[in-house]
């Protein structure tokens, strides 16, 4: 089973700063990786597929990249209703589909 | 539109069994490449995979709830059943289903349901 791996566990960022999440898999999963965002009280929502390409309707601020065993989201300005959970998922080998245990991006 | 919807008891009595329907539409489970899995979500908790089942009724689980777990399907009704056994309370948890994709390399879960939290408590 790979294991995902994400840090920082809490981001804190002021609105129109810049985040950066990481996600570390535990062997290569090529370019197998997506990204998704949950908001409290809400369902996950895809931002991010393939590691780098974006889900319909995900701004353009939302970038990832990366492949083999590391990647990264990128927020490049963050709104208000960016501060949510990330979490990232590989599909390299499955089963099972494996997730990181998420970053939480808060408000400094 | 692709939607799902997740329905199902809210409250659970430890050792019964919990069994969960995931009510879809926009999409066909007899198309190829087309799958629907379930995933579950403890209070405050990360995301756990759970099973998944694909246009050809192949079927997939986490290794750790194998034993507990069986998905099925009624592409009729474009209906997913998830029944898991012998419930215990740190099994209290959110539950998801989503559209899978089974095509190599298209392997995301998109859309998702709402959710519905269980509890399982005596």
């Known amino acids: 089973e790979i294991v995902m791996t994400q840090s920082p566990a809490t981001l804190s960022v002021s609105p129109g700063e810049r985040a950066t999440l990481s996600c570390r898999a535990s062997q290569s999963v090529s370019s197998n990786l997506a990204w998704y965002q949950q908001k409290p009280g809400q369902a996950p929502r895809l931002l991010i597929y393939g590691a780098s390409t974006r889900a319909t309707g995900i701004p353009a601020r939302f970038s990832g990249s990366g492949s083999g065993t590391e990647f990264t989201l990128t927020i490049s300005s963050l709104q208000s209703e960016d501060f949510a959970v990330y979490y990232c998922?590989?599909?390299?080998?499955?089963?099972?589909?494996?997730f990181g245990q998420g970053t939480k991006v808060e408000i400094k | 539109q692709v939607t799902l919807r997740e329905s199902g008891p809210a409250l659970v009595k430890p050792t019964q069994t919990l069994t969960l329907t995931c009510t879809f539409s926009?999409?066909?489970?007899?198309?190829?490449?087309?799958?629907v899995s379930w995933v579950r979500q403890p209070p405050g908790k990360a995301l756990e995979w759970l099973a998944l089942i694909d246009w050809d009724d192949d079927k997939y689980y986490s290794t750790s709830l194998k034993t507990r777990l069986t998905i099925s399907k009624d592409t009729s009704k474009n209906q997913v059943v998830l029944t898991m056994t012998n419930m215990d309370p740190v099994d209290t948890a959110t539950y998801y289903c989503?559209?899978?994709?089974?095509?190599?390399?298209?392997?995301?879960?998109?859309?998702w349901g709402q959710g519905t939290l269980v509890t399982v408590s005596s």
């Open positions: 998922q590989q599909y390299n080998n499955w089963p099972p589909v494996t």
């Open positions: 989503a559209r899978y994709y089974g095509a190599p390399g298209e392997n995301w879960f998109d859309p």
């Open positions: 926009g999409f066909s489970l007899s198309t190829s490449g087309m799958c």
